[in-house]
């Protein structure tokens, strides 16, 4: 079955321009050559049209077009010549490199090197000359600088078209790194709460039981209002895990939840991690002393908060003070862990930024804001500050 080849619109703009601008040199007489066997003008024009013809096959059919190319590139050697003949077969040569086989992309630099060694080596023992190593020059210049320019141009397409490549597959490992990272860390919150919700449940099963069985209007009374206080915060929290994914099955034992008294020792612990690099990590809560204790979920979340913020300190953070700070206003948790932002003296340990997702997904779990990112201190110096702000649920249906 024979299909038609379609010329490229670039290929039929320079057929074009090469068919006519050997039309004026013909017409202005300028030739590149004379005293050759057909000597008659208009025969130049046979090769410089089948030159052009040569030049619309050269993106479609660039073996063709070099194959008849170079037999009119021969045969206007015989006549009076001219210049756009050749120009034509240079960029031919170059087009027959560059969009040909990867075969023919290796071999045509080398062939016409040796041809243009050969053509040198030959005029120049036949003619016995210096002048007969222009021949040489003039035949490197239509043939071995084309195609090795081809090459050239053809090496820097395919490097570019690999690195575009890799750029797509770091992107989509990002995304599927980003995607593990969310699931896993959803996983980790729904072991953490839990024994937290199972804890409610098993007080108000517990307790309307004993409601239903003994026979005592105080006791039901006071069973009562236990079922009450544990429906409601179990309610608190089983908000919080609307939306949550989980996935895979129950490998991991559930941990106890640690809670903002163990900040101390948390900080303490980071403080001699960090001796060595030169960092110095304080507490400093500013929090009312008796104030009314937070839901676990939250306490939960600002802990993990702060333990990721020392543990990327300790990776990254320049020389200086490690500040965690805690605040409440009204509904609102505040956490904030500043460090100094800068480089650091020795190595570093890289990042996947997984930490900085799990932190996200923990305070958008909650409904609450978080900001990472470096920035001005009040003295001037630029710090990496973690600031988020988690709010505390009112449990008002107790009163």
Sequence with gaps: ???????????????????LGGLLLWRLGLHTQGGRPFSAPWITLVPLTVMAAMELLRRSAPRTALAFGALALIADQFTRGSLATVLMFTDVMYAAVLYGTPAAARRLPVATLLVTVASTIGFLAWFRRPEALLIGVVTGLV???????????????AAAEAARLAADQTARLAELDRTQAVV???????????????NH??????????????????TSRRALGVIRENSVEGLAEMRR?????????????PAAAPTLAALDA????????????????????????GSDPLPTPVELAAYRIVQESLTNALKHA?????????????????????????????????????GLVGMRERVALLGGTI???PGPAADGTKIWRVRAELPVWERKMRE
């Design 1 to 19: 079955m024979l299909t038609s080849i379609r010329p490229h619109r670039d290929d039929v703009l320079l057929a074009a321009c090469g068919l």
């Design 143 to 157: 043939t071995f600088v084309p195609a090795i320019t081809g090459v050239s141009v053809r090496n820097h397409r």
């Design 184 to 198: 896993a860390e959803r996983a980790r919150m729904a072991r953490e709460l839990h024994d937290m919700v199972a």
């Design 201 to 218: 449940l098993s007080a108000v099963a517990i307790h309307s039981t004993a409601a239903l069985s003994i026979d005592d209007p105080e």
């Design 241 to 253: 895990l609307i939306g949550l994914l989980r996935e895979g099955g129950e490998g991991d034992a």
């Design 266 to 289: 948390l900080v303490e612990q980071a403080n001699t991690n960090a001796a060595s690099s030169g960092l110095t990590c304080t507490l400093e809560d500013t929090r009312a002393t």
């Design 318 to 354: 320049a020389p200086g003070p490690v500040v965690v700070r805690l605040g409440r206003t009204g509904e609102l948790l505040t956490v904030e862990v500043t460090s100094v932002f800068g480089e650091r003296p020795g190595p570093t340990a890289p990042g996947s930024g997984a």
């Design 371 to 373: 900001e990472a990112g």
